[in-house]
């Protein structure tokens, strides 16, 4: 694998992949972050994509941060919502991660994304910060802003995750 800029300032020095089944029964979910934090995993392939990163985890939280671009503008010139709210579902559902034990895996069940401000290229670099409000058994609640250099707020969003074994994952 060779490295790959996810966009200006962020390197993935890896490359882009994803994160080996069997990794997930020997370490936690939060170590499974704080490996592709510290670049001991490929960046997912659609961080490349959409140019952001994960930046920051610990227990219950999730930073990721982004760059809007040219790439990403809808037919009328603004960054498509689209965007946001992959960025959001990331720190969501990452934030929910944070907590799994060894050989749990999660699932996005349900997802719902206020869209507060216009983003376009100009905004640069923008925050997304995810936190769980509650983690069940099966199931966990977390909420997420995004906001730019400035600390305004674009949109925020909130996420429920089904948790489930991993070998889940390989059933179908």
């Known amino acids: 694998m060779s490295e790959v800029e996810l966009y ?24 499974l ?16 994509l959409l140019s952001f990163a994960l930046t920051d985890v610990s227990a219950g ?22 965007w946001a709210a992959t960025l959001l579902d990331s720190a969501l559902g990452c934030a929910v991660q944070t907590l799994l034990e060894k050989g749990e895996a999660y699932t996005t069940a349900e997802f719902k994304v206020n869209l507060i401000r216009p983003i376009t290229p100009r905004t640069g670099e923008v925050v997304c910060e995810g936190k769980v409000i509650h983690r069940g058994r099966t199931l966990a609640v977390s909420e997420a802003t995004l906001k730019d250099g400035n600390g305004k707020l674009l ?6 995750c089904s948790i489930f074994p991993v070998a889940n994952l390989a059933a179908r």
């Open 8 to 31: 200006p300032g962020r390197v993935s020095l890896l490359g882009v992949g994803t994160i080996p089944h069997e990794d997930v029964l020997r370490f936690t979910g939060l170590e």
């Open 33 to 48: 972050l704080q490996r592709v934090v510290d670049n001991k995993y490929p960046a997912p392939p659609m961080a490349h």
């Open 61 to 82: 939280r999730a930073v990721f941060r982004g760059l809007p671009g040219e790439n990403h503008l809808n037919p009328l010139g603004g960054v498509h919502g689209g």
């Open 155 to 160: 949109a925020f969003g909130t996420e429920t």
